[in-house]
């Protein structure tokens, strides 16, 4: 019986004509590799994003322009460009039809079938060259299989009906030996509309089809030759880690590092699925694999960094020794869909940061509605120019002297807000953003110098 993988190629693995062949020789080189999920070439889905928005019709053109000439980059360099070439321009003149009814009046549903197209036109493409090269691929509209509720924008799986789904269309095709090619991020919901899972949403799908195809394991092809102690970027000694845990992936993922989205750790936590991340355009090179229990475990693992926070101060001498006031303070912040990130409270103010990500206003997230509400209960005091350091590790708040080697090599810096002991798994602090990467690298080499 076939060792099933299931692979993800993110947008910039799909971004143009070679980048699309470097992932087909990945493909060609793993026979295990037979269901393959891929986001919109790179660009697309912000494109799409912004058209779903509403624009006006100068700007509309403007962007379609883009969106087409992505595609056509593409399409112009295959052998048989007119295989596919009918089916992309009848999506990209639904495109244009969607994007002057969103012009008129936007919503959710009309965004997700909007933005869907991206990766309906990876897809297609992507299949017709694969085609080309010999290899048995075959495209499947993965709304035919994954079946959602109506929240759009972040919808959640039926993960039974999905797996039946996957079951009746996917098993047969993979038995006679096809590469399945299908969408990320898509899904459709009980009445038949298209939902999307939210943004980073490929890799859940990925994770979710293994799940539900009983596979051996995921592989997410992106840019990266797998995940780095901290952003080689910021810090150019950055090393490589081999393995890493799902708890562990989901914390950096979670602080700033764009390689994993934390969803994706859902299905294959579930089923112990081991999750590898690697460059498809350098597959030589090798990756990270994040599973249950990677061994050795450090104290230390990684430094995850995320910029541009906003720190919301909340104060009320009312707070003191009563009751409710922090509920009264989150039923105005759920009432316009804030998440609240990292969070530290005294006797008469709490201060918190708020998940940009994770709450669904499109707008800014502290409108004046949001502060005139809060204001009813207390001060509210907000700061800017901020970023969010993350020391990630195992069983960092039962280990001696951790405090003192972190506060060693802060001390010339002023930190505005620390979050450590309520994970097992990393440690928070609230920096100056124009002082972040000097504190990184000097936390880097502190922690990884040996």
């Known amino acids: 019986m076939i060792q099933l993988s299931v692979a993800k190629f993110g947008g910039t693995s799909v971004a143009n004509f070679e980048a699309m062949s470097a992932c087909a020789n990945v493909i060609a080189s793993d026979k295990n590799t037979r269901v393959v999920i891929l986001s919109a070439s790179a660009g697309i889905t912000d494109f799409l994003?912004?058209?779903?928005?509403?624009?006006?019709?100068?700007?509309?053109?403007?962007?379609?322009?883009?969106?087409?000439?992505?595609?056509y980059n593409i399409i112009n360099q295959l052998q048989s460009p007119d295989a596919v070439l009918n089916q992309i321009e009848l999506l990209l003149k639904h495109i244009e039809s969607?994007?002057?009814?969103?012009?008129?009046?936007?919503?959710?549903?009309l965004t997700d079938e909007l933005i869907s197209h991206g990766e309906m036109m990876s897809t297609l493409i992507f299949t017709q060259l694969l085609k080309e090269q010999n290899i048995p691929a075959v495209w499947v509209d993965v709304r035919e299989i994954v079946a959602t509720n109506d929240c759009y924008g972040k919808a959640s799986p039926d993960d039974i009906k999905t797996k039946k789904q996957a079951q009746q269309i996917i098993l047969p095709l993979i038995q006679e030996q096809k590469v399945v090619i299908t969408q990320g991020f898509i899904g459709r919901d009980p009445n038949g509309k298209t939902t999307t899972l939210g943004?980073?949403?490929?890799?859940?799908?990925?994770?979710?089809?293994?799940?539900?195809l009983d596979a051996k394991d995921v592989l997410?092809?992106?840019?990266?030759?797998?995940?780095?102690?901290?952003?080689?970027?910021?810090?150019?000694?950055?090393?490589?880690?081999?393995?890493?845990?799902?708890?562990?992936?989901?914390?950096m993922a979670t602080f700033g590092a764009k390689v994993?989205?934390?969803?994706?750790?859902?299905?294959?936590?579930?089923?112990?699925?081991?999750?590898?991340?690697?460059?498809?355009?350098?597959?030589?090179?090798g990756g990270t694999w994040v599973t249950k229990d990677p061994q050795p475990r450090p104290t230390f693992r990684a430094i995850a960094l995320r910029r541009n926070q906003t720190l919301v101060t909340l104060s009320s001498l009312g707070m003191f020794h009563a009751k409710g006031f922090l509920a009264n303070i989150f039923n105005v912040l759920e009432k316009h869909k804030i998440s609240v990130d990292v969070i530290t409270t005294s006797e008469i103010s709490v201060a918190l940061t708020l998940d940009k990500k994770g709450s669904t206003s499109q707008s800014e997230i502290l409108s004046k509605s949001v502060i005139d509400?809060?204001?009813?209960?207390?001060?509210?005091?907000?700061?800017?120019?901020?970023?969010?350091?993350?020391?990630?590790?195992?069983?960092?708040?039962?280990?001696?002297?951790?405090?003192?080697?972190?506060?060693?090599?802060?001390?010339?810096?002023?930190?505005?807000?620390?979050?450590?002991?309520?994970?097992?798994?990393?440690i928070c602090m609230l920096v100056n953003d124009d002082e972040v990467d000097h504190i990184v690298k000097g936390l880097h080499y502190s922690l990884f110098k040996s």
């Open 199 to 212: 943004r980073g949403g490929s890799d859940y799908s990925a994770a979710l089809l293994a799940e539900v």
């Open 373 to 426: 509400e809060l204001s009813q209960y207390c001060r509210v005091q907000i700061e800017k120019q901020l970023a969010l350091i993350a020391i990630v590790g195992n069983s960092l708040h039962t280990k001696k002297g951790i405090a003192k080697d972190l506060f060693n090599e802060l001390e010339n810096y002023n930190i505005r807000l620390i979050s450590y002991g309520a994970s097992t798994n990393n």
């Open 220 to 251: 997410i092809w992106t840019d990266v030759a797998g995940i780095y102690t901290t952003d080689p970027r910021v810090v150019k000694d950055a090393k490589r880690i081999e393995t890493i845990s799902f708890n562990e992936a989901a914390e």
């Open 49 to 71: 994003v912004e058209l779903a928005a509403g624009c006006e019709l100068s700007q509309r053109k403007i962007i379609l322009d883009k969106v087409c000439q992505i595609q």
């Open 98 to 109: 969607l994007a002057e009814s969103a012009s008129l009046a936007t919503s959710p549903a």
């Open 260 to 285: 994993l989205h934390p969803a994706t750790l859902l299905p294959a936590v579930r089923s112990n699925i081991p999750v590898f991340v690697g460059s498809s355009k350098a597959p030589e090179q």
